[in-house]
T-cell receptor, first 115, second 114 residues
């Protein structure tokens, strides 16, 4: 049962435009959502997170939006740069003291930013 | 501050053997989590260690085990290797405190089982 889903395996955008990566979840018992970026042969790099009680968090070119009623979050990258080309993972942190250290990941979306 | 390091980076084993992977967390981080990444299943949580104790465990068979030392370094062991254990094994470290307790990942160990 995939609790965190990224339904778009890939996305291609032009440099300077906005990239929007989407993520859906099925379990309401997550307290934080995170986005990671992964280059080949490297581990995931943390980008930005959002608490389940918020609906927006911004850090530089990256903004994450959370729509709790739709169980949907999205990552906006503005403006997109060729160096942003990577695989992006959405992850959710289950709430509760029994779920320490555990993240549930989506399958990833490969973003290609064309010069 | 140095990041999370994992050794070795690549490993080739044969079925039935066992393997030990090592992870050194970011200085000051007390929690280490392990994940398995495969093309079919994606990134899946194996277990988490904090202060030398396993605090949480994912849905993997008992062949997968781990431990953590007093300096927070962690090792993961897989016994009786199967072909399906071929994967990228990632460890992540965090402070181990209040949420979101962001996890920072190492580069991974690529394990190939022949």
């Amino acid at each position: 049962d995939q609790q965190v889903k990224q339904n778009s395996p890939s996305l291609s955008v032009q440099e300077g435009r906005i990239s929007i990566l989407n993520c859906d979840y099925t379990n309401s018992m997550f307290d934080y959502f995170l986005w990671y970026k992964k280059y080949p042969a490297e581990g995931p790099t943390f980008l930005i997170s959002i608490s389940s009680i918020k609906d927006k968090n911004e850090d530089g070119r990256f903004t994450v939006f959370l729509n709790k009623s739709a169980k949907h979050l999205s990552l906006h990258i503005v403006p997109s740069q060729p160096g942003d080309s990577a695989v992006y993972f959405c992850a959710a942190r289950p709430a509760g003291s029994g779920n320490t250290g555990k993240l549930i990941f989506g399958q990833g979306t490969t973003l290609q930013v064309k010069p | 501050k140095a990041g999370v390091t994992q050794t070795p980076r690549y490993l080739i084993k044969t079925r039935g053997q066992q393997v030990t992977l090592s992870c050194s967390p970011i200085s000051g981080h007390r929690s280490v989590s392990w994940y398995q990444q495969t093309p079919g299943q994606g990134l899946q949580f194996l277990f988490e260690y904090f202060s030398e104790t396993q605090r949480n465990k994912g849905n993997f068979p008992g062949r997968f085990s781990g431990r953590q030392f007093s300096n927070s370094r962690s090792e993961m062991n897989v016994s009786t290797l199967e072909l399906g254990d071929s994967a990228l094994y990632l460890c992540a470290s965090s402070l181990g405190g209040v949420p979101p307790d962001t996890q920072y990942f190492g580069p991974g160990t690529r394990l190939t089982v022949l």
